[in-house]
Each structure stands twice: as structure tokens, then as C-alpha cells.
């Protein structure tokens, strides 16, 4: 069986590399991943060695295209949505795996356009896919960007290899790009938080597009602090730190919802940098980029309504991890699925049988 994998972005391959190495340790086939060039070809060249990839680069769906129709594959994955798929069903079957469980609408818009099959995480995503596009298959699997926790696979970030202190509680602070929480910090925030390693691990746009480049220099101000550490591309995979951290501070993204996944306190900052085109009279459009469930999915989390509440939260959440146990263990399956480590092996069992 031969598998490829379009990685238009580099935050896409943590959610393709155990389907990849479950199908490797199955010998079930053999993979090629599709990179597109663009301003991290070196760093993305560095990870292509250490995993050991087969790969080609690209520098348009049109070449990746090509690509596809000359191997005919038996499965080509996508994250996103593809503008060629027609072309491609003459001589592959598509999959869409995608790479997050957010709030944001554009989770289910991403089907507007049907590949082959998708993939989905759980039986009530399933069930508002199936009646959105009843003509289309979708299957319930899981998300198996976790799987390598479930595992216990070694797969922690070392804290004491990266100058912070193992002895202290670990704060994973990971927003998204937009809408954000990032320029409502204080430049000075780690200070107030010394007593806790902080990880921050921005979006890919916020650290590689011109147009978030003032969130880039706040990232880069607070990288200065003794007790921060700020992933950069070449850290493209949030696992590590999903593993480690104690506590994750987020706002709308879908890291917030895979750390409650793990059933590990969360607090989810409400105060957001919202472009004025997204406020007043305009904040439909805030509401419309977000799901229908947005606001039941917020119950997983304590909730800072401004920046002034988290110390108070963190400190409270961190001596009481428990508190809100219950609610994200009811949400979990709604989340993500089913969190047995499995879910790479029921991705492969299906690619086979069809």
C-alpha cells in the first residue's frame, strides 16, 4: 500500500506521523510526504532526516498535483481542503485528517470539498457530519495526533536540557493566531509567574507571517526570561509539550481542547485581541468563525476574563487539578474520540480493507 501525505504546512505532520508509523511498524506499505517550499525549507529538511522520510518538495498544488496523478497512489492524505481532488480520484482515493479539534466553524467547512473518506474524531462529530453532507463518508476513529501519550511513548520535552528547572510546575502557555491572546500580555508576564517554567508555543503564523509579526516580538521579548522557553518552527509539534506541562493557558485553540483531552486543568483566556473589523456592530462575524458549540465547549475550562485573574487561577488549578475532572471527562469522547492509542491502527485497518 502506498500512502503520501500533503504537508502544505508543517503543523499538519504530528497528526500524519503515527498513521506513518503505525503503517512502518505493521509493514503495511510505504509513505512519501509532499512538502511545499517556503521560508523553512532548512528546518523542515532537519525533521524530513531525523524521521527518516521519503519525500519530495513542491511549490504549488499544481506541481503537487502532478506529482500525485504520475504515482497514483492508493490513498493521498490531506489536513485541508485540496481545489484538485476530481483530478485525483481518476487514479488515488483521497483521506482528510485534520490537524486540530478547535472551536473554530471552519472545522466542518473544510468538507465542503469531499475527499474519499474522512476521518473524524468521535460519534457525535460523525453524526453532524453525516447529516451536513449525507452523500459523503465519514468514519469515527479518533484523534491519533495523541496517540503517542496514550502509549507512554518517550516522547516528553526535557525541561533541564533546555535550562528550565524540573523541580518546579510547568505552564504550557499556547495560543492561537487569531483570534489571540498574545498582545493583551504584559511584556513583563513571565516575572510575575517565576515560580513556574513556562512554555509558550505560539501557532506557526504567529512566528512565520508578515502579518503577525507584532505577536512575533512580543514572543521574541519574552523568550529573554530566565524561566521561559519559546518553541520555535523547528519545535512544529505540540506533543512534547502536551506531555510535560502541569497546566496549559490558551484561548481558542485546539491545543485547549487536546490537553483537556488528557483530562489536565486548563485555563482559557477570554481576553482576545479582536480586529476591528470583528467588533461592535461587526462581531457577527467573530461568532460565525466560531462552532455552534463554542459556548458549551468552554465548560472544560476555569475562564480569565482578563489578564489580571490568571495568577490567582493557575495557582488555584494547579492545587486542584481535579476540580473540573468530571466536565472534561465528559467532554473527552465529544473532543477527540476515543483515547485508547488505537486510533493510527484503525486508520491503517481501514485503508486496507477499502
Not at 33 to 61: A, K, P, R, T
Not at 124 to 133: P, S
Not at 161 to 167: C, G, M, S, W, Y
Not at 330 to 349: H, M, N, P, T, Y
Amino acid at each position: 500500500m502506498h500512502l503520501i501525505f500533503d504537508v502544505l504546512h508543517l503543523y499538519y505532520l504530528p497528526q500524519y506521523l503515527p498513521v506513518y508509523h503505525q503503517l512502518i511498524k505493521q509493514n503495511a506499505g510505504h509513505a512519501t510526504f509532499v512538502f511545499y517550499h517556503g521560508i523553512h525549507d532548512e528546518i523542515i529538511q532537519s525533521i524530513i532526516e531525523q524521521e527518516q522520510l521519503n519525500y519530495l518538495w513542491v511549490d504549488n498544488e499544481e506541481q503537487a498535483l502532478a506529482f500525485y496523478q504520475s504515482q497514483a497512489a492508493d490513498w493521498v492524505f490531506f489536513a485541508n481542503s485540496f481545489p484538485y481532488l476530481d483530478n485525483i480520484h481518476k487514479v488515488s482515493k483521497s483521506v482528510q485528517l485534520g490537524h486540530g479539534i478547535g472551536p473554530k466553524a471552519s472545522y466542518y467547512q473544510k468538507s465542503d470539498t469531499p475527499t474519499t473518506v474522512r476521518f473524524v474524531e468521535g460519534s457525535y462529530r460523525t453524526k453532524r457530519f453525516k447529516t451536513m453532507y449525507p452523500n459523503d463518508t465519514f468514519i469515527d476513529v479518533g484523534f491519533c495526533k495523541l496517540d503517542p501519550i496514550i502509549n507512554n511513548e518517550p516522547v516528553a520535552f526535557a525541561l533541564a536540557d533546555h535550562q528550565l528547572d524540573p523541580t518546579k510546575k510547568t505552564i504550557l502557555y499556547a495560543p492561537t493566531f487569531y483570534p489571540s491572546s498574545i498582545e493583551c500580555f504584559p511584556k513583563d508576564w513571565p516575572n510575575a509567574f517565576k515560580q513556574y517554567n513556562i512554555i509558550i508555543k505560539p501557532h506557526y503564523f504567529s512566528l512565520s507571517k508578515e502579518k503577525y509579526k507584532a505577536q512575533k516580538a512580543l514572543l521574541l521579548h519574552w523568550q529573554k526570561f530566565d524561566n521561559v522557553y519559546l518553541a520555535d518552527v523547528h519545535d512544529y509539534s505540540l506533543i512534547p509539550f502536551l506531555a510535560t506541562a502541569d497546566i496549559l493557558i490558551s484561548d481558542a485553540s485546539s491545543a485547549l481542547f487536546e490537553f483537556a483531552a488528557l483530562n489536565k486543568p486548563v485555563i482559557w483566556c477570554d481576553f482576545l485581541k479582536l480586529r476591528w473589523s470583528y467588533r461592535g456592530i461587526f462581531s457577527f462575524r467573530f461568532k460565525k468563525r466560531m462552532d455552534q458549540d463554542y459556548g458549551e465547549y468552554a465548560n472544560i475550562a476555569v475562564h480569565a476574563k482578563t489578564y489580571k485573574e490568571l495568577a490567582t487561577l493557575v495557582e488555584e488549578q494547579l492545587s486542584s487539578p481535579k476540580l473540573l475532572e468530571k466536565t472534561r471527562l465528559s467532554f473527552a469522547e465529544k473532543l477527540a474520540g476515543r483515547l485508547d492509542g488505537k486510533v493510527s491502527e484503525r486508520i491503517i485497518q481501514y485503508l486496507q480493507n477499502n
